[in-house]
């Protein structure tokens, strides 16, 4: 009755702006999201407005029971009508007539690839922006072998991607070889391809060989070394662990695990100067070698354990004279082992002339070896573990970089976003049949039935863990002939002319809705802001403001084949 009365008080004549402030109270006593006089959102109100004039005018007063048939692989047409007669079964109104369309859902499991294909009713198409769409990720990227130092690369994802997405995109960044692959991790975890990256991840890489994929992993967790004589603190880990693999030769004492470390932290080692080396030192050489014994005298290298030198300074006749300066039995007494097979489990004193622990030699392909390095003082001071950290937290920087006015993108283009493929998300998980498991399943929708009136909404608002956000995207929409043909199965006629438009001004607190309405009659548009209404140029009403479209469906109904447009007319009034 209330819309009713609304209704009467638009169309009688006469010219009297009308406030419906008898409407909005008798709405929010059945919806009390929409009282007072704070911002409420114009879609979500017509979403109940719809709803609730459904339930008002549904045809069906006594709702029959339908049950739901499997699939049983039948053609997609046959499955269609049977979804839909059984929607009208139980509603059946002229807001199902309308205004109501089907569109066809896909579920593919990632795992079994169990296919599931459902058909659904919508009243209104919710269109994502392309700002909305991808995320800008800033991942470090670590070598494995020492080869180089670690690099920060900044790729743009989807939204919703998984691991495997990102491990692409960083793969193209870093020019990554046939012959290499990445993994990707966050801290003290392995993050597998199917995955979905989440918004608080924090992500590192690692570069390896292809030919180390059966090989079992070395996880280098880096903690800082206490003197035992301070009060017990907190574990304190230096950035993110390094990774790389067993070697399959050379590899059977502690010293052989530090000449593997050594190795990967080559790159962290802050490069001393010319004139920091002592010539005096030439004295010691003997064949070309200046060896640093350790405090206890015990002497034990070999050619393999000899770093290589940098070759800018080869040439420098101090350094010549100096030989190949080793640091590797110095070192040694920097940093100490203990190997475990679980990340917080019980890990054994790997000792540096003597045999590796057990678990060195039971380890299986892609196991896991944890190693936990303690650093002292000295060696926090002969690298750079800066280098260590990852400067940005993967997935926030996406929500981080400020707001920045975006190209104008057309409707098509949202709508293509919107029946794009992508993962459910972790808290919409889908139960797959085959599996018996809740998995995160692919999904793609398909436009299959579209209604006379088409109800558009532009998804302004963004929301996250981490921001909320408005969007001032410029979306180019067509005034005339939103030509959707090609994205239905059917051979109805599928094209539509635009009536109205419902503009947001502002931001997430707060802002100002105004409309652009198109008077059929005169074929003219007005603009609709509180009580002023006024003439608008049909130039003028396609703005960033624009929130909710109204789509009528224009049918070709003269013999002579012209569109006729008071079919549509007839339909918005009735």
């Not at 008002?56 to 049983?72: F, W």
């Amino acid at each position: 009755m209330a819309f009713g009365e609304l209704l009467r008080k638009l169309w009688e004549p006469g010219r009297q702006p009308f406030a419906p402030r008898g409407f909005k109270v008798r709405l929010a006593r059945f919806a009390p999201q929409f009282s007072g006089y704070n911002q409420h959102d114009s879609q979500e109100l017509l979403a109940f407005l719809l709803d609730g004039l459904h339930e008002d005018l549904n045809r069906v007063k006594l709702k029959p029971y339908v049950e739901s048939k499997d699939e049983d692989d039948r053609p997609d047409e046959e499955l269609a009508r049977e979804n839909w007669e059984n929607h009208k079964a139980r509603n059946d109104s002229i807001i199902v007539d309308i205004c109501q369309g089907q569109y066809k859902s896909t579920l593919v499991c990632p795992v079994c690839s169990k296919v599931s294909i459902t058909f659904d009713p919508f009243m209104y198409l919710s269109l994502p922006l392309p700002s909305t769409l991808t995320r800008t990720l800033s991942v470090k990227l670590f070598s494995t072998d020492g080869a180089t130092a670690p690099m920060t690369y900044t790729v743009t994802v989807a939204k919703q991607s998984r691991c495997k997405d990102v491990i692409l995109a960083l793969s193209k960044a870093c020019s990554l070889g046939e012959d290499e692959r990445i993994l990707l991790t966050e801290p003290f975890s392995i993050l597998d391809g199917p995955s979905l990256v989440r918004e608080e991840d924090s992500l590192t890489a690692h570069r390896l060989p292809k030919s180390s994929e059966k090989a079992p992993l070395l996880i280098f967790v880096n903690k800082r070394t206490e003197e035992d004589s301070l009060p017990k603190k907190p574990v304190r880990y230096l950035g993110s662990p390094l990774i790389t693999w067993v070697p399959e030769e050379n590899f059977r004492t502690g010293a052989d695990l530090y000449h593997v470390f050594e190795r990967i932290l080559q790159p962290l080692r802050k490069t001393p100067t010319v004139s920091s080396v002592n010539v005096e030192d030439a004295k010691h050489e003997e064949n070309g070698l200046c060896n640093h014994l350790s405090e206890d005298g015990e002497m034990g290298i070999n050619d393999n354990d000899i770093p290589n030198v940098n070759a800018s300074v080869e040439g420098n006749p101090q350094v010549k004279a100096f030989g190949v300066c080793n640091h590797f039995l110095k070192d040694q007494k920097l940093f100490q082992f203990y190997a475990g097979e679980e990340r917080f489990g019980a890990k054994v004193l790997v000792e540096m002339n003597k045999e590796l622990p057990d678990i060195f030699s039971r380890a299986r392909s892609n196991a896991h070896i944890y190693v936990e390095v303690n650093w002292p003082q000295q060696a926090l001071e002969e690298y750079d573990v800066k280098q260590l950290e990852t400067a940005v937290e993967g997935m926030r920087t996406g929500f981080a970089l400020k707001k920045q006015r975006q190209e104008a993108v057309s409707l098509y283009s949202c709508l293509e976003a919107f029946l794009k493929e992508e993962p459910l998300g972790p808290e919409d998980m889908w139960y797959c049949p085959s599996c018996k498991e809740h998995r995160q399943a692919s999904k793609k929708l398909d436009l299959w039935r579209l209604p006379d009136i088409l109800v558009v909404h532009l998804k302004r608002f963004s929301y996250s863990r981490y921001l909320k956000n408005k969007l001032d995207t410029f979306v180019e929409f067509p005034v005339h002939d939103l030509d959707l043909c090609k994205y239905i199965p059917q051979n109805d006629k599928a094209v539509y002319d635009l009536y109205a438009i419902s503009n947001h001004y502002g931001s997430m607190g707060g802002g100002h809705y105004t409309a652009y309405v198109k008077l059929l009659e005169e074929n003219r548009w007005y603009s609709f802001d509180d009580s002023h209404v006024s003439p608008v140029s049909e130039t003028d009403i396609m703005t960033p403001a624009a929130y909710v479209l109204f789509y009528c469906r224009v049918r070709n109904e003269n013999s002579n084949g012209y569109l006729n447009h008071g079919s549509c007319q007839n339909r918005v009034r009735n």
